[in-house]
């Protein structure tokens, strides 16, 4: 799976990301759906996670590096059977923290 990677918190957002064509495809758990991002917004309050000034989520849960992004487009591209979404159907979605972000991928 191709996805921008942040290596660590910091006020320069150039340094901190890097692009990385490898990283394992996540497992989608029974009642999410899996969506195959079209376009994903860095947006300020992601930028504020960047640079370590957001009080209620400092670390990423599983460390660094994590993949960032909250706010994204694209279609669905797993879901159960008994889901109101279905394969190919077209969804925007928004993050909440602390979950794990994970757009820019």
């Known amino acids: 799976m191709r996805c921008i990677l942040a290596a ?3 006020d320069d957002i150039d340094s901190l990301l890097s692009m990385c064509d ?3 495809k996540p497992i989608r758990k029974i009642g999410e ?3 195959k991002v079209h376009a994903c917004a860095l ?6 996670v960047l640079a370590g ?4 989520f400092q670390e990423p849960a599983n460390g660094f590096p994590y993949i960032p992004g909250g706010d ?3 279609t669905v591209a797993e879901a159960d059977d008994d889901s109101r ?3 190919g159907d077209a969804v925007m979605a928004m993050f ?3 979950r794990p972000l994970n757009g820019l991928a």
């Open 53 to 56: 000034h957001c009080d209620y």
């Open 72 to 74: 994204v487009s694209g």
């Open 33 to 35: 759906v899996m969506i």
């Open 85 to 87: 979404f279905k394969v």
């Open 96 to 98: 909440e923290l602390p």
């Open 43 to 48: 947006a300020p309050g992601d930028v504020r």
């Open 8 to 10: 660590a918190h910091g």
């Open 22 to 24: 490898d990283h394992p």
